[in-house]
């Protein structure tokens, strides 16, 4: 069975401070999304990685990705409150068709 | 332009009802996708068009769950015999899928409450 695992789950941080969240999965895919979502609202695209060793920056956000580790890591540098939401990652399975989301980790910055 | 657009925002049904929940995909995506997410969850995959027709419904749970999309746009998710189970926010989505590596582009969702 596929999964896809997240950790942290809760994240509480201070304002300026450093943060990565993992996500591994289970089965072989070199397509991985990232995704926020706000409180009661719908999910936001943030990155799409689409081979090994990618890496995508946005911001205060940096987002990689490992295939042969099974693994995406979204890095955050000096976070500030703008940035609490909920985080997924999600791992495409079928090339476009069907995607597996993790748990999220829901992170909150505090000043 | 437009976004997906989902409609009923909210819907509250008592136990045993049939409901239609709509999706209005960003217009020129060929792709549409169904995501079923629960409290604290991340989103669960249901079915999945390629134009008109299913390309993936291996994620409908069961016989009571079915969607139509007569024309390649619009899409209709039907439950019959709702259960309280079924509560859940019921998320459409879209994408150029003739464009390599498009992200799912998602509506704002539709908040069933079965009672």
């Known amino acids: 069975e596929l999964k896809v695992e997240q950790n942290p789950l809760f994240l509480s941080m201070q304002e300026g401070k450093n943060y990565t969240i993992y996500c591994n999965y289970s089965?072989?895919?070199?397509?991985l999304y990232w995704y926020r979502q706000d409180p009661g609202k719908s999910l936001e695209s943030l990155f799409v990685?689409?081979?090994?060793?990618a890496v995508k920056q946005e911001g205060r956000l940096m987002a990689s990705l490992d295939t042969k580790a099974r693994l995406s890591t979204l890095h955050i540098t000096a976070a500030v409150h703008d940035l609490s939401a909920t985080y997924f990652c999600?791992?495409?399975?079928?090339?476009?068709?069907?995607?597996?989301f993790g748990q999220g980790t829901e992170l909150s910055v505090k000043p | 332009g437009a976004g997906v657009s989902q409609t009923p925002s909210n819907k509250v049904t008592e136990k045993g009802k049939y409901v239609e929940l709509r999706c209005d995909p960003i217009?020129?995506?060929?792709?549409l996708y169904w995501y079923r997410q629960s409290l604290g969850q991340g989103p669960e995959f249901l079915i999945y068009?390629?134009?008109?027709?299913?390309?993936?419904d291996s994620g409908l749970p069961n016989d009571r769950f079915f969607a139509v999309r007569p024309e390649g746009s619009v899409s209709t998710l039907k439950i019959q015999r709702t259960e309280r189970g079924d509560s859940a926010v019921y998320l459409c989505?879209?994408?150029?899928?003739?464009?390599?590596?498009?992200?799912?582009?998602f509506g704002n969702g539709t908040r069933l409450t079965v009672t």
């Open positions: 989505a879209s994408s150029l899928i003739g464009q390599a590596y498009s992200p799912l582009h």
């Open positions: 089965t072989t895919s070199d397509r």
């Open positions: 990685l689409l081979s090994n060793g």
């Open positions: 999600a791992v495409d399975i079928k090339q476009g068709g069907k995607l597996i």
């Open positions: 217009s020129g995506h060929t792709a």
């Open positions: 068009f390629q134009g008109t027709g299913a390309a993936d």
